[in-house]
Protein backbone atom coordinates (compact mmCIF):
# COMPACT_ATOMS: atom_id res chain seq x y z
CA UNK A 1 0.00 0.00 0.00
CA UNK A 2 1.24 3.66 -0.85
CA UNK A 3 2.23 6.16 1.89
CA UNK A 4 -0.49 9.15 2.40
CA UNK A 5 1.71 12.03 2.04
CA UNK A 6 -0.21 15.24 2.92
CA UNK A 7 0.90 18.31 1.83
CA UNK A 8 3.19 20.91 4.69
CA UNK A 9 0.69 24.07 3.94
CA UNK A 10 -2.75 22.53 2.57
CA UNK A 11 -5.51 24.36 1.75
CA UNK A 12 -9.46 24.29 3.66
CA UNK A 13 -10.75 21.67 1.86
CA UNK A 14 -8.37 19.63 -0.05
CA UNK A 15 -8.94 16.37 0.14
CA UNK A 16 -7.31 12.35 -0.40
CA UNK A 17 -9.09 9.15 -0.93
CA UNK A 18 -7.22 6.14 0.20
CA UNK A 19 -8.81 2.41 0.04
CA UNK A 20 -12.22 4.19 0.64
CA UNK A 21 -11.34 6.73 3.05
CA UNK A 22 -11.42 10.34 2.06
CA UNK A 23 -9.24 12.55 4.37
CA UNK A 24 -10.53 16.45 4.25
CA UNK A 25 -8.40 19.52 5.36
CA UNK A 26 -9.93 21.34 8.18
CA UNK A 27 -8.11 24.81 7.79
CA UNK A 28 -10.03 26.09 11.35
CA UNK A 29 -8.85 23.15 13.46
CA UNK A 30 -5.62 22.78 10.90
CA UNK A 31 -6.33 18.98 11.12
CA UNK A 32 -7.03 16.06 8.27
CA UNK A 33 -10.83 14.59 9.09
CA UNK A 34 -11.78 11.18 7.56
CA UNK A 35 -14.76 9.65 6.36
CA UNK A 36 -14.94 5.94 5.95
CA UNK A 37 -16.89 4.56 3.57
CA UNK A 38 -18.65 1.36 3.49
CA UNK A 39 -15.69 -1.42 3.42
CA UNK A 40 -12.97 1.13 3.65
CA UNK A 41 -9.60 0.42 5.95
CA UNK A 42 -7.12 2.27 6.74
CA UNK A 43 -3.23 1.83 6.00
CA UNK A 44 -2.16 0.74 8.47
CA UNK A 45 0.52 -1.89 7.58
CA UNK A 46 2.24 -1.86 4.27
CA UNK A 47 2.64 2.08 4.18
CA UNK A 48 2.67 5.26 6.21
CA UNK A 49 0.53 8.42 7.41
CA UNK A 50 2.10 11.79 7.81
CA UNK A 51 0.19 14.69 9.24
CA UNK A 52 -2.84 15.09 11.26
CA UNK A 53 -5.46 12.61 11.34
CA UNK A 54 -8.58 12.92 13.08
CA UNK A 55 -11.04 9.34 13.29
CA UNK A 56 -14.50 9.02 15.14
CA UNK A 57 -15.97 6.48 16.23
CA UNK A 58 -13.56 3.00 16.23
CA UNK A 59 -11.09 0.99 14.12
CA UNK A 60 -11.59 -2.71 13.42
CA UNK A 61 -9.41 -5.46 12.37
CA UNK A 62 -9.97 -6.90 9.12
CA UNK A 63 -12.41 -9.78 9.54
CA UNK A 64 -12.08 -9.83 13.06
CA UNK A 65 -14.91 -7.76 14.45
CA UNK A 66 -14.49 -8.96 17.98
CA UNK A 67 -11.06 -6.49 17.73
CA UNK A 68 -11.35 -2.94 18.17
CA UNK A 69 -9.80 0.20 18.79
CA UNK A 70 -12.34 2.73 20.26
CA UNK A 71 -12.25 6.51 20.27
CA UNK A 72 -14.64 8.14 22.66
CA UNK A 73 -14.95 11.79 23.99
CA UNK A 74 -11.25 12.13 25.60
CA UNK A 75 -11.17 8.29 25.98
CA UNK A 76 -9.33 5.09 24.04
CA UNK A 77 -10.61 1.88 24.71
CA UNK A 78 -9.49 -1.19 23.24
CA UNK A 79 -11.51 -4.44 22.67
CA UNK A 80 -10.62 -7.93 22.41
CA UNK A 81 -12.90 -11.20 21.51
CA UNK A 82 -15.96 -8.48 22.17
CA UNK A 83 -14.91 -7.31 25.52
CA UNK A 84 -13.24 -3.85 26.71
CA UNK A 85 -9.94 -5.44 27.51
CA UNK A 86 -7.86 -1.73 28.53
CA UNK A 87 -9.41 1.73 28.63
CA UNK A 88 -7.44 5.56 28.71
CA UNK A 89 -9.44 7.44 30.45
CA UNK A 90 -10.15 11.24 30.48
CA UNK A 91 -7.78 11.71 32.95
CA UNK A 92 -4.28 9.53 31.43
CA UNK A 93 -5.17 6.63 33.71
CA UNK A 94 -4.76 3.33 32.03
CA UNK A 95 -7.10 1.03 33.22
CA UNK A 96 -7.09 -3.01 32.62
CA UNK A 97 -9.93 -4.71 33.02
CA UNK A 98 -12.49 -1.95 33.40
CA UNK A 99 -13.09 1.36 32.12
CA UNK A 100 -14.20 3.21 35.06
CA UNK A 101 -11.64 4.25 37.38
CA UNK A 102 -11.63 3.41 41.19
CA UNK A 103 -11.63 6.40 43.22
CA UNK A 104 -12.41 5.42 46.76
CA UNK A 105 -9.02 3.82 47.69
CA UNK A 106 -8.03 4.68 51.78
CA UNK A 107 -4.93 6.75 50.51
CA UNK A 108 -7.15 9.08 48.64
CA UNK A 109 -5.38 8.94 45.46
CA UNK A 110 -6.62 7.47 42.18
CA UNK A 111 -3.82 5.81 40.52
CA UNK A 112 -2.78 6.36 37.09
CA UNK A 113 -2.27 2.69 36.25
CA UNK A 114 -5.49 0.60 37.29
CA UNK A 115 -5.70 -3.44 37.40
CA UNK A 116 -9.03 -5.03 38.01
CA UNK A 117 -10.66 -8.73 37.89
CA UNK A 118 -12.67 -11.16 39.99
CA UNK A 119 -9.83 -14.10 39.84
CA UNK A 120 -6.30 -14.17 40.69
CA UNK A 121 -5.24 -14.41 37.47
CA UNK A 122 -7.23 -11.28 36.14
CA UNK A 123 -5.71 -8.95 38.77
CA UNK A 124 -2.49 -9.73 38.92
CA UNK A 125 0.77 -8.16 37.51
CA UNK A 126 4.52 -10.09 36.82
CA UNK A 127 7.52 -8.77 35.55
CA UNK A 128 9.60 -11.67 34.32
CA UNK A 129 13.34 -11.63 32.91
CA UNK A 130 14.72 -14.84 31.44
CA UNK A 131 18.41 -15.71 32.08
CA UNK A 132 18.49 -13.45 35.56
CA UNK A 133 22.02 -14.58 36.52
CA UNK A 134 23.24 -13.34 40.14
CA UNK A 135 23.25 -9.92 38.94
CA UNK A 136 19.92 -9.03 36.88
CA UNK A 137 16.91 -9.29 38.76
CA UNK A 138 13.52 -8.03 37.07
CA UNK A 139 12.74 -5.02 38.55
CA UNK A 140 9.69 -2.75 40.39
CA UNK A 141 11.52 0.60 40.65
CA UNK A 142 10.31 3.36 42.80
CA UNK A 143 11.97 6.85 42.13
CA UNK A 144 11.73 9.94 44.28
CA UNK A 145 12.99 13.42 43.77
CA UNK A 146 12.75 16.88 45.26
CA UNK A 147 12.24 18.54 41.67
CA UNK A 148 8.73 19.41 40.26
CA UNK A 149 10.39 19.39 36.85
CA UNK A 150 10.93 16.22 34.90
CA UNK A 151 14.66 15.15 34.29
CA UNK A 152 15.69 17.49 37.53
CA UNK A 153 17.83 15.78 40.23
CA UNK A 154 17.39 18.03 42.96
CA UNK A 155 18.51 16.06 46.59
CA UNK A 156 16.37 14.50 48.50
CA UNK A 157 16.39 15.04 52.68
CA UNK A 158 16.94 12.51 55.40
CA UNK A 159 13.72 10.99 56.87
CA UNK A 160 11.85 11.42 53.34
CA UNK A 161 10.01 9.02 51.60
CA UNK A 162 11.23 6.92 48.15
CA UNK A 163 8.03 5.05 47.94
CA UNK A 164 5.64 3.23 49.81
CA UNK A 165 3.10 0.21 48.68
CA UNK A 166 -0.08 -0.48 50.49
CA UNK A 167 -2.65 -2.85 50.71
CA UNK A 168 -6.27 -2.28 51.65
CA UNK A 169 -9.36 -3.79 51.91
CA UNK A 170 -13.56 -2.72 51.90
CA UNK A 171 -14.99 -2.06 54.61
CA UNK A 172 -18.21 -2.25 52.73
CA UNK A 173 -18.14 1.30 50.94
CA UNK A 174 -14.42 2.19 50.28
CA UNK A 175 -11.31 0.79 50.83
CA UNK A 176 -9.40 1.08 53.72
CA UNK A 177 -5.43 0.44 54.38
CA UNK A 178 -4.83 -2.83 56.37
CA UNK A 179 -1.00 -2.89 56.59
CA UNK A 180 1.87 -0.56 54.03
CA UNK A 181 5.83 -1.18 53.28
CA UNK A 182 7.08 2.52 53.18
CA UNK A 183 11.14 3.52 52.06
CA UNK A 184 12.33 6.49 53.36
CA UNK A 185 16.08 8.18 53.17
CA UNK A 186 17.62 7.26 56.38
CA UNK A 187 20.32 9.59 57.18
CA UNK A 188 22.23 12.11 54.61
CA UNK A 189 22.15 11.55 51.44
CA UNK A 190 24.99 12.72 48.77
CA UNK A 191 26.55 11.65 46.07
CA UNK A 192 25.97 7.93 45.34
CA UNK A 193 25.25 7.66 49.03
CA UNK A 194 21.50 7.27 49.80
CA UNK A 195 21.28 5.55 53.19
CA UNK A 196 18.01 4.01 53.70
CA UNK A 197 15.51 2.13 55.83
CA UNK A 198 12.03 0.46 55.36
CA UNK A 199 8.94 0.57 57.27
CA UNK A 200 6.89 -2.00 58.29
CA UNK A 201 3.46 -0.61 59.07
CA UNK A 202 -0.05 -3.12 60.43
CA UNK A 203 -3.29 -1.46 61.27
CA UNK A 204 -4.82 -2.79 64.23
CA UNK A 205 -7.64 -3.86 65.63
CA UNK A 206 -10.23 -0.99 65.48
CA UNK A 207 -8.24 1.62 63.85
CA UNK A 208 -8.49 3.03 60.61
CA UNK A 209 -4.78 3.73 59.52
CA UNK A 210 -1.75 1.78 59.81
CA UNK A 211 0.65 2.00 62.97
CA UNK A 212 4.13 1.05 62.04
CA UNK A 213 5.61 -2.12 63.74
CA UNK A 214 9.22 -2.66 61.93
CA UNK A 215 11.67 -0.33 60.61
CA UNK A 216 14.74 -1.70 58.94
CA UNK A 217 16.72 0.70 58.98
CA UNK A 218 20.58 1.43 57.38
CA UNK A 219 22.36 0.13 60.44
CA UNK A 220 20.01 -2.76 62.07
CA UNK A 221 16.40 -3.65 62.80
CA UNK A 222 13.70 -1.47 65.17
CA UNK A 223 10.85 -3.25 65.91
CA UNK A 224 8.11 -1.50 67.80
CA UNK A 225 4.31 -0.83 68.59
CA UNK A 226 4.76 2.75 69.14
CA UNK A 227 6.40 4.99 66.42
CA UNK A 228 7.96 7.51 68.86
CA UNK A 229 10.92 5.06 68.86
CA UNK A 230 12.06 6.67 65.33
CA UNK A 231 13.86 9.49 66.83
CA UNK A 232 16.15 7.35 69.16
CA UNK A 233 19.08 6.36 68.33
CA UNK A 234 19.35 4.01 71.50
CA UNK A 235 15.88 2.68 72.43
CA UNK A 236 16.49 0.93 74.91
CA UNK A 237 17.16 4.58 77.07
CA UNK A 238 13.88 5.77 76.00
CA UNK A 239 11.12 4.39 78.49
CA UNK A 240 8.41 6.10 76.35
CA UNK A 241 8.14 3.45 74.06
CA UNK A 242 7.76 0.02 73.32
CA UNK A 243 10.47 -1.98 71.56
CA UNK A 244 13.08 -4.23 70.64
CA UNK A 245 16.05 -3.10 68.49
CA UNK A 246 18.61 -4.89 66.57
CA UNK A 247 21.93 -2.75 66.07
CA UNK A 248 23.88 -4.10 62.76
CA UNK A 249 27.32 -1.76 63.72
CA UNK A 250 27.56 -2.92 67.49
CA UNK A 251 25.48 -6.19 67.22
CA UNK A 252 23.32 -5.60 69.99
CA UNK A 253 19.65 -6.45 70.67
CA UNK A 254 18.11 -3.08 73.08
CA UNK A 255 14.49 -4.36 74.49
CA UNK A 256 12.25 -1.23 75.63
CA UNK A 257 8.89 -2.01 77.50
CA UNK A 258 6.77 0.59 79.35
CA UNK A 259 4.82 -1.30 82.73
CA UNK A 260 5.41 -4.16 81.54
CA UNK A 261 7.78 -7.59 80.92
CA UNK A 262 10.40 -6.78 78.48
CA UNK A 263 11.47 -9.88 77.83
CA UNK A 264 9.45 -13.35 77.99
CA UNK A 265 11.30 -16.98 77.84
CA UNK A 266 9.39 -19.96 77.26
CA UNK A 267 10.69 -23.72 76.75
CA UNK A 268 7.94 -26.20 76.01
CA UNK A 269 7.37 -29.64 76.93
CA UNK A 270 10.81 -30.78 77.89
CA UNK A 271 13.09 -28.86 80.82
CA UNK A 272 16.66 -28.18 80.06
CA UNK A 273 18.47 -24.83 78.35
CA UNK A 274 16.61 -21.62 78.15
CA UNK A 275 19.80 -19.41 77.68
CA UNK A 276 23.29 -20.01 76.34
CA UNK A 277 25.73 -17.79 76.74
CA UNK A 278 28.61 -17.90 74.74
CA UNK A 279 32.27 -16.46 74.05
CA UNK A 280 33.82 -16.44 70.46
CA UNK A 281 31.38 -19.27 69.65
CA UNK A 282 32.12 -21.28 73.04
CA UNK A 283 29.34 -21.73 75.70
CA UNK A 284 30.33 -20.29 78.79
CA UNK A 285 27.36 -20.21 80.76
CA UNK A 286 23.98 -21.53 80.57
CA UNK A 287 20.22 -20.67 82.34
CA UNK A 288 18.13 -23.42 82.46
CA UNK A 289 14.70 -24.80 83.94
CA UNK A 290 13.79 -28.31 85.64
CA UNK A 291 10.14 -28.84 87.04
CA UNK A 292 9.94 -25.23 88.77
CA UNK A 293 13.24 -24.32 89.28
CA UNK A 294 16.01 -22.06 87.59
CA UNK A 295 19.41 -22.55 87.47
CA UNK A 296 22.20 -20.28 86.84
CA UNK A 297 24.91 -22.32 85.37
CA UNK A 298 28.54 -21.51 85.19
CA UNK A 299 28.82 -18.05 86.69
CA UNK A 300 28.60 -16.04 89.33
CA UNK A 301 26.94 -12.64 91.06
CA UNK A 302 29.15 -9.81 90.59
CA UNK A 303 29.20 -5.97 90.66
CA UNK A 304 30.22 -2.62 89.86
CA UNK A 305 32.50 -0.80 92.24
CA UNK A 306 35.14 1.89 92.75
CA UNK A 307 38.56 2.07 94.77
CA UNK A 308 38.32 4.71 97.63
CA UNK A 309 37.61 8.46 96.51
CA UNK A 310 37.39 7.63 92.96
CA UNK A 311 41.22 6.86 92.58
CA UNK A 312 42.37 6.10 89.27
CA UNK A 313 42.94 2.50 87.69
CA UNK A 314 46.14 0.56 89.48
CA UNK A 315 47.22 -2.87 89.50
CA UNK A 316 45.22 -5.35 91.37
CA UNK A 317 45.56 -8.63 90.52
CA UNK A 318 42.83 -10.93 89.73
CA UNK A 319 41.23 -13.12 92.56
CA UNK A 320 42.75 -10.28 95.22
CA UNK A 321 40.33 -10.00 98.77
CA UNK A 322 38.54 -7.16 98.20
CA UNK A 323 36.97 -5.21 101.40
CA UNK A 324 33.78 -2.70 101.74
CA UNK A 325 34.41 0.99 102.93
CA UNK A 326 31.68 3.79 104.23
CA UNK A 327 32.05 5.56 100.76
CA UNK A 328 29.36 5.57 97.84
CA UNK A 329 30.10 5.16 94.42
CA UNK A 330 29.93 7.69 92.26
CA UNK A 331 28.52 8.27 88.90
CA UNK A 332 27.95 12.13 87.95
CA UNK A 333 24.46 12.46 87.92
CA UNK A 334 23.47 9.34 87.94
CA UNK A 335 21.24 8.11 91.30
CA UNK A 336 23.32 5.25 93.14
CA UNK A 337 21.72 4.24 96.54
CA UNK A 338 23.27 0.76 96.89
CA UNK A 339 26.94 0.42 95.33
CA UNK A 340 29.44 1.38 97.58
CA UNK A 341 33.51 1.60 97.59
CA UNK A 342 35.79 -0.90 98.40
CA UNK A 343 39.50 -1.63 98.63
CA UNK A 344 42.15 -4.32 98.88
CA UNK A 345 41.58 -6.14 102.27
CA UNK A 346 44.58 -5.25 104.77
CA UNK A 347 42.76 -6.78 108.02
CA UNK A 348 43.43 -10.12 108.79
CA UNK A 349 40.10 -12.35 108.98
CA UNK A 350 38.39 -9.11 107.97
CA UNK A 351 34.70 -8.88 108.51
CA UNK A 352 33.30 -6.67 106.36
CA UNK A 353 35.25 -8.50 102.99
CA UNK A 354 32.82 -8.16 99.98
CA UNK A 355 34.44 -10.68 97.35
CA UNK A 356 37.62 -10.63 94.93
CA UNK A 357 38.51 -8.93 92.47
CA UNK A 358 37.39 -9.65 89.17
CA UNK A 359 38.68 -7.38 86.50
CA UNK A 360 38.46 -3.61 85.32
CA UNK A 361 35.46 -2.18 82.94
CA UNK A 362 36.39 -1.79 79.53
CA UNK A 363 32.66 -1.09 78.46
CA UNK A 364 31.91 2.14 79.79
CA UNK A 365 33.94 5.38 77.93
CA UNK A 366 32.59 7.86 80.07
CA UNK A 367 34.01 5.92 83.72
CA UNK A 368 37.09 4.44 83.69
CA UNK A 369 37.74 3.50 87.03
CA UNK A 370 35.03 1.18 87.37
CA UNK A 371 35.73 -2.55 88.11
CA UNK A 372 33.32 -5.74 88.60
CA UNK A 373 34.10 -7.37 92.39
CA UNK A 374 32.89 -11.21 92.26
CA UNK A 375 30.31 -11.80 95.00
CA UNK A 376 28.64 -15.21 95.34
CA UNK A 377 29.23 -17.82 93.23
CA UNK A 378 31.96 -19.73 91.24
CA UNK A 379 35.53 -18.26 90.39
CA UNK A 380 38.93 -18.07 91.72
CA UNK A 381 40.79 -16.87 94.69
CA UNK A 382 44.55 -15.76 95.23
CA UNK A 383 46.34 -17.58 97.79
CA UNK A 384 50.18 -16.41 98.82
CA UNK A 385 52.75 -18.16 98.11
CA UNK A 386 53.73 -20.68 100.80
CA UNK A 387 50.42 -20.83 101.46
CA UNK A 388 48.63 -24.65 101.54
CA UNK A 389 45.01 -25.04 100.76
CA UNK A 390 42.95 -28.27 100.77
CA UNK A 391 39.75 -28.88 99.15
CA UNK A 392 36.72 -28.11 101.34
CA UNK A 393 38.61 -25.66 103.35
CA UNK A 394 37.18 -22.27 104.39
CA UNK A 395 38.76 -18.81 103.42
CA UNK A 396 39.54 -15.66 105.10
CA UNK A 397 41.30 -12.77 104.01
CA UNK A 398 45.28 -12.74 105.13
CA UNK A 399 45.32 -9.28 105.46
CA UNK A 400 47.34 -8.59 102.21
CA UNK A 401 44.76 -9.12 99.36
CA UNK A 402 45.31 -12.85 99.53
CA UNK A 403 43.28 -15.32 101.38
CA UNK A 404 44.13 -18.43 103.46
CA UNK A 405 42.22 -20.75 105.61
CA UNK A 406 40.07 -20.11 108.46
CA UNK A 407 41.14 -21.86 111.69
CA UNK A 408 37.32 -23.75 111.91
CA UNK A 409 35.10 -25.09 109.83
CA UNK A 410 32.33 -22.77 110.84
CA UNK A 411 30.67 -19.93 108.35
CA UNK A 412 30.98 -16.78 109.81
CA UNK A 413 31.27 -12.81 108.58
CA UNK A 414 34.56 -12.95 108.05
CA UNK A 415 33.96 -15.94 105.76
CA UNK A 416 34.78 -15.33 102.30
CA UNK A 417 34.98 -18.71 99.96
CA UNK A 418 35.41 -22.27 100.07
CA UNK A 419 37.65 -24.23 97.89
CA UNK A 420 36.23 -26.71 95.60
CA UNK A 421 39.97 -27.86 93.82
CA UNK A 422 43.28 -27.17 94.37
CA UNK A 423 43.78 -27.39 91.00
CA UNK A 424 45.85 -23.83 90.12
CA UNK A 425 44.83 -22.05 87.27
CA UNK A 426 47.41 -19.27 87.44
CA UNK A 427 50.93 -18.29 89.27
CA UNK A 428 51.93 -14.30 89.64
CA UNK A 429 55.56 -13.24 89.90
CA UNK A 430 54.85 -12.72 93.40
CA UNK A 431 54.63 -16.30 93.89
CA UNK A 432 50.86 -15.83 95.11
CA UNK A 433 48.26 -18.45 93.02
CA UNK A 434 44.86 -18.70 92.40
CA UNK A 435 42.50 -21.82 93.07
CA UNK A 436 38.55 -22.26 91.97
CA UNK A 437 35.93 -21.35 95.21
CA UNK A 438 32.50 -20.88 95.84
CA UNK A 439 32.35 -16.73 96.73
CA UNK A 440 30.02 -16.55 100.30
CA UNK A 441 30.93 -13.14 100.78
CA UNK A 442 27.12 -11.73 101.15
Not at 87 to 104: C, N
Not at 108 to 117: A, F, H, I, M, Y
Not at 181 to 205: K, Y
Amino acid sequence: MAAINFPDSPSNGDTHVVGGVTYTYDSTETKWKTTINSNAFLPLSGGTVSGNIVLGGEIQHDGDTDTKIHFDTDTIKLDTGGSTRATVDSSGRLLVGTSSALDKFGSDKTPRLQVEGTTQADSSISITRWNVGNTAPPILLFGGTNSNTSGVYTLVDDDENLGQIRFEGTDGSKFVAGAAITAAVDGTPGANDMPGRLVFSTTADGASSPTERMRLKSDGVLIATNTSQTTSSTPSEDSTFNSVAIRGAQGQIQISAQNTTAFDINRRFSDGTLVNFRGDGTVEGTISISGTTISYNGGHLSRWSQLPGGTERTEILRGSVLSNIDEMCNWGEEENEQLNRMKVSDVEGDPNVSGVFQGWDDDDDAYTDDFYCAMTGDFVIRIAQGVTVERGDLLMSAGDGTAKPQDDDIIRSKTIAKVTSTNVSCIYDDGSYCVPCVLMAC
